[in-house]
Structure formats: C-alpha cells, structure tokens
C-alpha cells in the first residue's frame, strides 16, 4: 500500500509540473511585453522546483504521511480538490506523451533530404560572443552551431501546375542577441546560398538587441530569389523598434507582407503571399483581395493562427516561434512551447485541411541551447500531383 501511495504521489507531482508548464507555455502566447514575461519566468522558475518538492514532502513524508502508513481519506477537501487537478494535469502529461511517440509524417511528404551542417567545423572556432547566458552554450550535447538542412517535399492538391516544383527557402526565429557572434549568421548565409529556391520567407524573431540591426546587411541582406524575399516580425522583435527593423528590411530589397498580400503570376495562374504577425502587432491579412481560385501562402511568427488560416483556405502555412522546444528529452518530447497549443505544433509538418502548416525549429534563441533539437534550415518543394 505505502508503495502504490508513493507511485500515484509521484504521478500527481508529475501532474502539478505538466499543470504548471501549460500555464507558462500559454502565458508566453499572449500579447505580454518582455519584461513582465520575463518575472512570470523567473517565478515559474522558483515553483517549478519549490512546488513539487512541497506537495510531496507535505502529502507524503509529513503532514498526511501517505508513504509511510497514511490514508488518502486523511486529506482535508482543499487538498483533495487540489490533488483532482494534479491528476488531470498527469493525463494531460501522458496524453501528451502519446501523441509525441505516435508522431507520423504527413501523407502531404512525398520526400525528405537532410543533412547536417557544423558551422562552427566549417569556421574553424566556436563563433561565441560576450552576449547573455554565453554560459549555455558550453553545456555537454549543445547543437547550437548544427544546422540541420533538408530538401522536403510535399503535394498539395491546389497548385496550379503551371507552379509545380516552386521552392520556397524558409528560415526564422535568428534572434540576434550577441551570443552568438556575427560570423556564424554570416556562414548562415552562405548556407542558404547552397540551397537555391524560387523565393525565400523569414517568419519573424529576428533581433533580441536593437543594435545589431547593423548585422543584416552581411546576412540576410546578401540573400536573394528569382521570385523575392519576404518577410514578418515576431514577438521578440515588437520588444524592441519594430518599425526601424522594417526599414532595415525594406532597405536590403525584402518585401514586408505583414496585414498585407503580394501577388505573383505565371501565365493565368497566381499565388498570393500574406503575412500575420498577430496577436503581438497588425492585423491579418485579407485574401479575399486576390483571386479566389489564388493559391494561398501564409507567413505567420506562431502556429496558433492556424485556425484562422484555415477558415481563409489558406494551402501553406509558414511558422517558427516555438523552436521545436529547444530540449527535447527522449520518450517525454518537447516540454516548453509558448503557444496556446502547448507542443501541439511544435516542429515539422502537419496536415490540417485545406492548410498544410510547416513548423520551422528556427536558426537560434534567446537562450544559447539545443538539445536533440538542431537548428533548421528548409527548402519546401511544392507538387501540384
């Protein structure tokens, strides 16, 4: 008995920590300022090792002693109704859990070529700078600097066949801090050279300190497509001066789509390219502007305007935001995504007709670290059959 006590006690611990990374996970999905969500941060911080820690000394070893001889009966009402929740939060924990393992590529992949790149190998050194939390990076299995590269390839049923074979290079969330030094967002650059697409989209979180704007002629600015560069910003860009970083953008030759459309033809067939950065800033953009037999492209920073994509039958969507977790520990899955979906749409593809959204991991982070996470840079190759 005392053994099955402690088994469902450490299940209800397990509950109260899924409980309380949900609320963080969603909290960060808000339109919260960076500072304030930097103290919810810090007290989540503090609870996440204090509360758990609390709930099994009082409930197991003390209080009611149920690992040593007491009753669940013993418990005052308030504890049981708290230890309720807890359990819901141990099934949302294990559903969680499942749906990680039964993982499957989408029917839409009709191929996947990736390779890893070292960019550090590649330069000689680890590109690090005197930026904040510089003492992430040096933690044991870090993939900060491994650029994981891939060719994916997928069938949607609504491109026009005169677009069959368009490419789309989609890279985001470089969150140029100053951790990570210039040199390594420079060999970004080159990288993506080696990856030639008809046009290329950055789906936001580009800086996370205003004066390394200076950064961009020399990386992203060096990029180009035959079809255009386009982009939107990101939450971590509306902390700062989102209409300077724009100029900057639009200056170096990228086209700003956020609450708008761009329109490209070939022959009597179109595609329409729209950008969202909300719930941070603007507004959605409106398709209903294009033809309506338009094949729809949506850059969005996170995954959770989904829903809106579908009701505009939007065909792809483009998102980052959410880095695939940045840890990923095995059998678990990802914990931490600040999304409404918790790890929901975390990376990689997911069908959800009529859209096909593809989650980007993004290039970096706040936070220097990555594991069992690489960096990703994609080339989306559409079929029309």
């Not at 191929?111 to 050194?125: E, F, K, P, T, W």
């Not at 595609?271 to 502007?289: C, K, Y």
Request: hydrophobic share 45%; aromatic share 8%.
């Amino acid at each position: 008995m005392k053994m099955l006590n402690a088994l469902i006690l450490l299940l209800l611990v397990i509950g109260q920590f899924e409980l309380m990374v949900a609320a963080v996970n969603r909290l960060h999905a808000l339109r919260i300022r960076g500072p304030a969500l930097r103290w919810v941060r810090d007290i989540h911080e503090v609870l996440i090792v204090a509360l758990p820690l609390l709930l099994a000394w009082l409930v197991g070893v003390g209080g009611w002693r149920l690992t040593l001889g007491g009753g669940w009966t013993d418990l005052p009402w308030l504890w049981t109704a708290y230890l309720g929740l807890c359990a819901l939060g141990s099934i949302g924990f294990l559903v969680s859990t499942a749906r990680f393992a039964r993982r499957r590529v989408p029917q839409a992949q009709l191929g996947n070529d990736s390779r890893c790149v070292d960019l550090a190998g590649r330069l000689g050194y680890r590109p690090l700078a005197r930026g904040p939390y510089r003492m992430l990076a040096g933690l044991p299995g870090n993939e900060i600097f491994r650029i994981e590269v891939s060719d994916k390839t997928y069938r949607l049923p609504r491109l026009p066949k005169a677009w069959d074979g368009l490419s789309i290079l989609h890279l985001t969330d470089l969150h140029l801090i100053g951790t990570i030094d210039l040199p390594f967002f420079e060999a970004l650059a080159d990288l993506a050279a080696e990856s030639p697409a008809d046009l290329i989209v950055f789906t936001g979180d580009l800086l996370d300190d205003q004066r390394l704007i200076d950064w961009l002629p020399t990386t992203l600015g060096r990029m180009s497509a035959p079809l255009g560069c386009y982009f939107i910003l990101g939450n971590h860009d509306w902390y700062l001066d989102p209409d300077a970083i724009r100029r900057q953008m639009t200056d170096l030759g990228w086209h700003d789509v956020a609450g708008a459309t761009r329109v490209l033809t070939r022959g009597d067939s179109t595609i329409a390219i729209g950008g969202t950065e909300r719930p941070w800033m603007g507004q959605h953009p409106d398709f209903t502007s294009t033809a309506t037999d338009a094949f729809r492209i949506l850059l969005s920073h996170t995954p959770d305007n989904l829903g809106w994509a579908r009701r505009q039958k939007v065909d792809l969507m483009l998102s980052g935001h959410n880095h695939g977790g940045q840890v990923v520990p095995p059998i678990v899955g990802p914990i931490y995504a600040p999304s409404l979906h918790g790890c929901r749409y975390i990376s990689g593809a997911y069908e959800a007709p009529p859209t096909l959204l593809y989650v980007s991991r993004g290039i970096s982070g706040r936070h220097p670290i990555r594991w069992r996470c690489p960096p990703d840079l994609t080339r989306l190759i559409l079929r029309s059959n």
